[in-house]
C-alpha cells in the first residue's frame, strides 16, 4: 500500500491552507505536528474525502483517489476531531450502523462489533445510551468505529482527546499493534502519542510540509541546540526571556531548566542534554523570539 501526494494544494480565495504539499507513505505510523493553523486538519479531511483539493493529486497505489470512489472509503478508517454522535444510539447500536456504513458482510457484524468494542476497553457500555458516554468514552467509540471494517489507511485527528492517562496508553498501544500492515496517518497536540510509536514525523506550519523524518534524524539535528541550566530558582524569569524553556524542575531555591538555544547559554551553569521530540516541536514552531545574554 502506497499514497503519493502530489503538489497538493487548497485555496479558499486568495488564501492557501495548504500550499504544494509533496509527500510519499507506505506501511507505517506517521505522526502529524504542527502549531493551529497549520494545515493538519485541511490536509487529513482531503485525505478522507470531505475536502477536495484546488490543485494536485492524491494517488493511493497509482490510482487517483476521484476515481476510487468507493472502493477508496472501503479501505478507509477515520476519526475525526470533533465527536459527531447520535446521542439516542445505544454504543452497540452505533457500531452496528457504523458496519452497514462500511458494507462490513451481515454475518460478521456481530463478532466485528464485540471485536472493536473489546479492543478500546468499551464491551461492558455497549448498551449503554451514547449521550452518558463520557468524552473519553465517545473517542474510544469512535475508534472501534474506524476499525470495523480492519482498514488499510486509518487517519486518526487527536484520537486520545479527552482520555486519561491509563486509556490514552491503550489507544496509542492498540493503534502500534494494528499497524504492522496500514498506513496510519495520526494529527495530535500531544508529542507523547507519536513519539515511541512512529515510523516518521511530519512537521506542517503554514500550510507547508517543513519536514518528514525519523524522530532520531530529528532529534539528532537539533542536538547542538538543546542544554539543561542550572540556577537559582529566583532566576526562572529571567533566563525564560532570554531563551526557549521546554521544562522546568525546581525546589524551590534551585531549578533544572531544559532550553533550546542557536547559541551556549551565557553567564548561567549549563550541559548539553539529548534533545527529545518535544524539543523538535518547539524549536520548529517557537514563535518566542530568543536573546542571548
Known amino acids: 500500500m502506497k499514497i503519493e501526494i502530489n503538489h497538493l494544494t487548497k485555496k479558499y480565495g486568495t488564501q492557501k491552507a495548504l500550499d504544494d504539499i509533496n509527500v510519499t507513505l507506505d506501511t507505517g505510523i506517521y505522526g502529524l505536528l504542527g502549531p493551529n493553523g497549520a494545515g493538519k486538519s485541511t490536509l487529513m479531511n482531503i485525505l478522507v474525502g470531505n475536502l477536495s483539493q484546488t490543485e494536485g493529486e492524491i494517488l493511493c497505489d497509482g490510482t487517483d483517489l476521484c476515481r476510487m470512489g468507493r472502493n477508496y472509503r472501503k479501505l478507509l478508517g ?14 452497540r447500536e452505533f457500531l452496528n450502523y457504523m458496519a452497514v456504513l462500511k458494507e462490513v458482510p451481515k454475518k460478521e457484524i456481530k463478532e466485528r462489533v464485540e471485536w472493536a ?16 458516554y463520557s468524552g473519553g468514552m465517545k473517542q ?3 475508534l472501534a468505529g474506524a476499525i470495523l ?6 487517519i486518526l485527528d487527536e484520537p486520545t482527546a479527552g482520555l486519561d ?26 508529542v507523547s502519542d507519536v513519539e515511541y510509536i512512529s515510523k516518521q514525523i511530519i512537521l506542517m506550519n503554514g500550510g507547508n510540509m517543513i519536514r518528514k523524518d525519523t524522530i532520531s534524524n530529528l532529534t539528532a539535528e537539533i542536538s547542538p541546540f538543546v542544554f539543561e541550566v542550572h540556577t537559582e530558582a529566583s532566576k526562572i524569569r529571567e533566563v525564560g526571556e532570554k531563551y526557549r524553556v521546554s521544562n522546568i524542575l525546581s525546589d524551590g531555591y534551585h531549578a533544572h531548566m531544559r532550553i533550546i538555544s542557536d547559541h551556549e547559554p ?7 542534554t539529548m534533545p527529545t521530540l518535544e524539543d523538535v516541536y518547539l524549536y520548529h514552531f517557537s514563535k518566542e523570539e530568543e536573546h542571548c545574554g
Open 165 to 190: 492517562p491509563r486509556e490514552r496508553i491503550r489507544i496509542r498501544n492498540l493503534i502500534s499493534s494494528i499497524a504492522a500492515d496500514k498506513i496510519v496517518i495520526i494529527a495530535t497536540h500531544v
Open 266 to 272: 551565557q553567564k548561567y551553569q549549563y550541559q548539553k
Open 117 to 132: 468494542a473489546f479492543q478500546v476497553n468499551l464491551q461492558q457500555q455497549l448498551e449503554k445510551r451514547l449521550h452518558a
Open 78 to 91: 477515520y476519526v475525526p476531531q470533533q465527536q459527531t454522535l447520535y446521542p439516542a444510539f445505544s454504543g
Open 149 to 154: 471494517n480492519h482498514p488499510s489507511i486509518l
Open 140 to 142: 474510544r467509540i469512535l
